[in-house]
């Protein structure tokens, strides 16, 4: 029951920005939008999240529509470590609706 | 803090027998989750624990699945009887119950049943 469609795959050169695009059309007003990555084998890594605004951490930035039915993870300057699987998930808050539910994500080959 | 830990790392089993995997959350967490990946099924949320008392467990897929977490600093899954389509990796993740908090992910346990 994942509320997110991405694409299963994109290419990006090394050092170039990679936009991995996420549709949650179906989002409501109190649910957020989280991104996550997993490296081969490894447990998946949160990266960032946000409600409405714009958001930016070290490792990433996120732009968020705002009829919030869309967004994009901005990775500024691809690596080769950052060939990954990336979720984007909606998320509730509280009781039942706490919990991160994958869908099948985006494979981003990063290109040398 | 030296994260979500999961032993054993990698687990070998024969069908029939017992398997519990173990998970330590992060000290101060109080929700712990713990899912199942496989390349058919990708990432399945098996359960879901808050301040210790299981929230969901609508993702545990039979009876031969259970979960517990007596303490706030430790967590079991058990699989008896085991079986061969029980094979996977297994993770456990931590968090706050607060939606400025993302989940941390243990390294997992690679359950293999022969």
């Known amino acids: ?112 | 803090d030296a994260g979500v830990i999961q032993s054993p790392r990698h687990e070998v089993t024969e069908m029939g027998q017992e398997v519990t995997l173990r998970c330590k959350p992060i000290s101060g967490h109080n929700s712990l989750f713990w899912y199942r990946q496989t390349m058919m099924r990708g990432l399945e949320l098996l359960i879901y624990f808050n301040n210790n008392v299981p929230i969901d467990d609508s993702g545990m897929p039979e009876d031969r699945f259970s979960a517990k977490m007596p303490n706030a600093s430790f967590s079991t899954l058990k699989i008896q009887p085991s079986e061969p389509r029980d094979s996977a990796v297994y993770f456990c993740a931590s968090s706050l119950d607060n939606p400025n908090y993302g989940y941390t992910f243990g390294s997992g346990t690679r359950l293999t049943v022969v």
């Open chain 1, 1 to 112: 029951d994942a509320k997110t469609t991405q694409p299963p795959s994109m290419d990006c050169a090394e050092g170039r920005a990679a936009n991995l695009p996420c549709n949650h059309s179906t989002i409501s007003g109190n649910e957020y939008v989280y991104w996550y990555r997993q490296i081969h084998s490894q447990g998946p890594q949160y990266i960032i999240h946000g409600l409405k605004n714009n958001e930016t951490n070290e490792m990433a930035s996120l732009i968020i529509t705002e009829d919030r039915k869309s967004s994009t993870l901005i990775l500024p300057h691809a690596t080769l470590r950052d060939t990954a699987v990336y979720y984007c998930i909606v998320r509730g808050y509280g009781g039942a609706t706490n919990k991160l539910i994958f869908g099948t994500g985006t494979l981003l080959a990063v290109q040398p």
